[in-house]
């Protein structure tokens, strides 16, 4: 099975803190994925990543930043948090030649900023 | 742009009946595919079924079916026999054209009443 694990399911931080959402997979996948659910908005794209040292903005990308290092690992750094990034935070791969196209997921990480 | 609706924001079916959950979509693609992904209250986003776009026969596994309708860009999920576990977050999502991500809708809320 496929897993895809982030670092932490609940988080606190304080505004105008550097935060680091970690993202890692287990399968070798090419493509990774981070998105932000908030009620009523359903999943919003913020950053996506094709390959390592590869990234492309998504929807949302404003006061956030990725980083690849390693093709298994994918970060997603909030650079000076602020409240409105209070938010779940949705970490997803996917092979680039799945027959699929299906994304799989992570737990989530609930991100609040005081 | 692609675009995917969810019209339905909660929904409530009783245990053992049936219930339909709606999407529609709009796209200019010829390929693509649709999925339905359940998020239960401890968060993990999985796959229910997917359809891919080419096929004219609805796809199923196991309880759930889909109502793909390609002309009229609708793609409904059926479940068949609720149980109390099928209490989620539904998503309908659209992967197609040139981007590798999914555009997802904005959920429904389904309960289960026993």
């Known amino acids: 099975d496929v897993k895809v694990t982030q670092s932490s399911r609940y988080l606190v931080k304080r505004t105008g803190e550097k935060v680091f959402l970690e993202c890692v997979q287990d399968?070798?996948?090419?493509?990774m994925f981070w998105y932000r659910q908030d009620p009523g908005l359903g999943l919003r794209l913020i950053y996506f990543?094709?390959?390592?040292?590869m990234k492309e903005k998504g929807d949302i990308p404003e006061g956030y930043s990725v980083s690849r290092e390693k093709k298994e690992r994918f970060s997603l750094i909030l650079e000076s948090a602020s409240t409105n990034q209070t938010s779940m935070y949705l970490c997803?791969?996917?092979?680039?030649w799945g027959t699929g196209r299906e994304q799989y997921f992570g737990p989530g990480t609930r991100l609040t900023v005081t | 742009a692609q675009t995917v609706t969810q019209s339905q924001p909660e929904m409530s079916v009783q245990e053992a009946e049936t219930v339909t959950l709606s999407c529609t979509y709009d796209t200019s693609e010829s390929d693509y595919y649709l999925f339905w992904y359940k998020q239960p209250p401890s968060r993990q986003m999985i796959l229910v079924i997917r359809?891919?776009?080419?096929?004219?026969q609805n796809a199923t596994e196991n309880r759930f079916s889909v109502n793909f309708q390609k002309a009229a860009k609708s793609f409904s999920l059926k479940i068949s026999d609720s149980q109390l576990g099928d209490a989620a977050m539904y998503f309908c999502?659209?992967?197609?054209?040139?981007?590798?991500?999914?555009?997802f809708g904005k959920g429904t809320k389904l309960s289960v009443k026993p």
């Open positions: 359809q891919e776009a080419y096929k004219q």
């Open positions: 997803a791969s996917r092979p680039f």
């Open positions: 990543s094709y390959d390592v040292k």
């Open positions: 999502a659209f992967y197609g054209g040139s981007q590798g991500n999914l555009i």
């Open positions: 399968m070798d996948h090419e493509n």
